[in-house]
């Protein structure tokens, strides 16, 4: 399912939003502009699950350059598609959730559920070598968080109906039922795989919704009527 847009209008502008969004696009035209040295530039500032076994830490990056990358990771992407898919579920979900809490609150729970949806997906997968980067551990804090503030708003989307898709409104707790759904299911069939397969690091999505509930449940944001 392609979201297309939600049915809340927030009442504030949604400027840590924007700023995620700006910081996201600049940070995809740097690792661009790398040219060879690309796939180093990913090695470096993204999540490399090997290089947090303990025997290797003296031999590869530093304690604080490794803590690091779990920030780092969140502001780097595969392809243009990749990047196009985060950013347009955080232009949809984010801007409500951020109404909601303020700046602080929101940038707190965006950057916590990317560290924890990072950390998820070492733990399932803790020898692979190959880097982990995105957004969409953070977003998927921001889903969560939505489920709970916004149950009943309405999500339009594009929805595939054999080979065509078809404009649809969905219950945003259906779309992201859904979407949760598919993660867990996806994510249980990875299980026992080689550890150097890449693909979507789906526990990562899997972690950060959750945290990203359990966040939100904690901050207890106060509704505005």
């Keep these: 399912m ?8 927030s009442q504030r502008f949604p400027g840590a939003t924007r700023l995620l969004l700006t910081i996201n696009i600049l940070v995809f035209v740097q690792q ?3 040219g060879p040295a690309m796939e180093a530039f990913v090695y470096r500032f993204g999540v490399v699950p090997s290089h947090w076994i303990v025997s290797q830490w003296s031999d590869l990056l530093d304690w604080p350059q490794l803590f690091l990358t779990l920030l780092t990771s969140q502001f780097l992407h595969g392809s243009v598609l990749h990047l196009g898919f985060n950013m347009l579920y955080l232009w949809i979900f984010a ?8 700046h602080v609150r929101f940038l707190l729970l965006y950057l916590g559920s990317g560290i924890a949806a990072g950390l998820t997906q070492m733990l399932i997968t803790p020898r692979s070598s190959i880097p982990m980067v995105g957004a969409s551990g953070a977003i998927a804090g921001i889903l969560g968080a939505y489920l709970l503030m916004f149950p009943t708003a309405r999500i ?3 929805v595939p109906l054999g080979f065509f898709l078809e404009r649809m409104e969905l219950p945003s707790s259906l779309f992201l039922g859904m979407w949760f759904l598919l993660q867990w299911v996806s994510g249980v069939t990875t299980i026992g795989q080689v550890a ?3 693909g979507v690091a789906v526990w990562a999505h899997i972690g950060g919704f ?3 509930m359990i966040a939100v449940a904690l901050m207890r944001p106060r509704r505005r009527w």
């Design 95 to 102: 801007d409500n959730v951020e109404d909601r809490l303020g």
């Design 32 to 34: 661009l502009r790398q």
């Design 210 to 212: 959750i945290t990203g």
């Design 196 to 198: 150097d397969v890449g």
């Design 2 to 9: 392609i979201p297309i847009r939600d049915t809340i209008v």
């Design 156 to 158: 339009i989307a594009l």
